[in-house]
């Protein structure tokens, strides 16, 4: 029986969701974007050419596929836009046919950029700074949480668009005297919306309807996020998180479906761990073994370009996401990365106090004091990369995989052995689970 399928990343984000997504993609009928901006980046690399997204769900570059942006998604009309011309130049065709944007998505305007690097640098001078990519993503879910955003639909209504840029000035402005900066005019703003309508009003619909619509048809939905469990707003190791709700609850809140059209809940997962910016991360590596993971896994930002920190995978950490997000089955990336070690760590729990504990706790302070709880494994020297069945990987790689699926409490469904999208050991195909 076909299923809908959603991807969330199970780790810190940067799993390797862009490769598995393209690789699904095929198989779908429709992308759903259900959250984040465009701080996320997928890399999809088809027939040799790389394209890079942010904002445009993947399915986009596939002719057929209908790519949508969910009511979750925070829109930064000028990002967008640049990415639709890039793609364009590089020959993919982007049209209201084929992209459809929710109408009542909030907007990212300046301000919410300006006022992103303003207080990350202010808390650089203090030592407490979150490690945001300064896109105005955390300002843009405030105003949309505090009901003085402007979303998409008010593009198309230029009469009602001033009270609305007022009411979101009068916060704005008080909060930037506060920060000893000079006001916003309200003109400004409603220059920078009249500027953008024209582009972005063909894309607009009514979200939820349409894909209602095309799911009593029987249409196949893959609902992609960004980021991972672990920097979700509720879930993640707050304060060092992201703005939103990157769980896979919230690709039913995000796009106007409900839960139970959600179906396969397919969770990325790295072979090793790494995260980018501030904040815990227990099995990290500050060693050779670390820089090694680091440059055989190209481990640099799709947006930021950013260095990744890298460490041993936590097993622990990916059953708490198992859990949160009720995954199903998981794709395990970038296997070939271990290739040559001598030895692999896995975590499969803590120590906090000098007693052992099987999952992170909520509490900023004890999760900067926990120490992992590690079991050795054997390495491989044999190559992993490019491998297409479970008889091209050493005996080593296999028991590997098999301890992984046994800590984490998921099994492995798909299993990526390189950046090529066709090298992937296929267990079982998410769209007919």
Known sequence: MMTNVVVVGSQWGDEGKGKIVDWLSERADIVVRFQG??????????????YKLSLLPSGVVRPGKLAVIGNGVVIDPHALIAEIDKLSAQGVKITPENLRIADNATLILSLHRELDGIREDAAS?????????????????EDKVGRRAIRVMDLADLDTLPAKVDRLLTHHNALRRGLGEAEISHQAILDELSAVAARILPYMDTVWLLLDRQRRKGARILFEGAQGT?????????????SSNTVAGQAAAGSGMGPGALGYILGITKAYTTRVG??????????EVGQFLGERGHEFGT??????RCGWFDAALVRQSVAANGITGIALTKLDVL???DELKICVGYTL???EIEHLPASQAQQASVKPVYITLEGWKESTVGARKWADLPAQAIKYVRQVEELIGAPV???????ERDDTILVTDPFED
């Open 37 to 50: 901006g465009h701080n996320a980046g997928h890399t999809l690399v088809i027939d040799g050419v790389s």
């Open 125 to 141: 001078n203090s030592g407490t700074k979150i490690g945001t990519t300064r896109r105005g993503i955390g300002p843009a879910y």
């Open 230 to 242: 672990l920097l979700d707003i509720d879930h993640g190791t707050y304060p060092f998180v992201t």
């Open 278 to 287: 501030e904040g815990p991360f227990p099995t990290e590596l500050e060693d």
């Open 303 to 308: 947006v930021t370009g950013r260095k990744r």
């Open 339 to 341: 290739d040559g070690l």
């Open 353 to 355: 106090d000098g007693q």
């Open 413 to 419: 469904a798909l299993l990526s052995t390189s950046p």
